[in-house]
């Protein structure tokens, strides 16, 4: 599991280093400013949660036992915040009307945040001082 999420973390973090690029340089001329600012959103929630993910595989088993709740909870949120931020962010570019998904972003939002939690009360439990 450790490799796993190593590799998901740096997957999510190569890809947001990417998508931050393409937002900065590749859509000035495409979308307004605040479709920008939306997709930069997007990029840095990612980001986040690859260090986040990074960190969770790092921190050892005897102060966190059950990593693979948290870890799908990034991996879900992840998907359903951050790219629905990128579709909306896009939705005058294309043909398709992607306001229809937009009741997925605050779902995304709630998985981040359950992602925490359980690291958190993981952490409280665990039996170990240091």
């Known amino acids: 599991m450790k490799k796993t999420i190593l590799i998901t973390g740096c997957v999510l973090g190569m890809l947001a280093v990417i998508l931050g690029a393409f937002g900065a340089h590749g859509l000035k001329n ?3 400013e605040a479709a920008i600012k939306s997709f930069e959103t997007g990029v840095r929630y990612q980001m986040y949660h690859s260090f986040f993910l ?6 050892p088993d005897n102060i966190l036992s059950s990593k693979r709740p948290i870890y799908l909870c990034v991996v879900v949120g992840v998907v359903l915040f951050s790219l629905s931020i990128y579709l909306l962010a896009l939705n005058e570019l294309v043909n398709f009307d992607f306001k229809t998904i937009g009741i997925v972003t605050p779902i995304g939002g709630v998985f981040l945040i359950a992602a925490w939690v359980l690291m958190l009360f993981g952490i409280l439990k665990s039996k170990t001082q240091n």
């Not at 990074?54 to 921190?59: C, D, P």
């Open 54 to 59: 990074l960190v969770l595989a790092l921190i």
């Open 30 to 32: 495409l979308v307004d």
